[in-house]
């Protein structure tokens, strides 16, 4: 299990809920539900450190909640 924080909120234009995870750059996923939206970006962010690995970028430690100035 994953330890960054991620954002969810629902998208009237696409008409599903939209996640995003602010430490891996573009790792974002949909879902119409919020079951199947976590099960998406958990699958995500499975394959955006598989492939930072693979090209051997960087992976950032996860920091939990982000605060905003």
């Given at each position: 299990?994953f330890k960054?924080?991620i954002?969810?909120y629902w998208?009237?234009e696409?008409?599903a809920y939209?996640?995003e995870?602010p ?14 939206v976590?099960?998406?970006i958990?699958q995500?962010?499975?394959?955006w450190i598989?492939?930072?690995k ?5 992976i ?7 605060i905003?100035a």
């Amino acid at each position: 299990m994953f330890k960054y924080e991620i954002i969810i909120y629902w998208s009237n234009e696409d008409e599903a809920y939209i996640a995003e995870v602010p430490e891996l750059p573009g790792c974002m996923a949909d879902g119409t539900t919020l079951k199947g939206v976590l099960e998406n970006i958990t699958q995500v962010i499975e394959e955006w450190i598989e492939t930072a690995k693979e090209l051997d970028r960087e992976i950032p430690e996860p920091k939990g909640r982000l605060i905003y100035a």
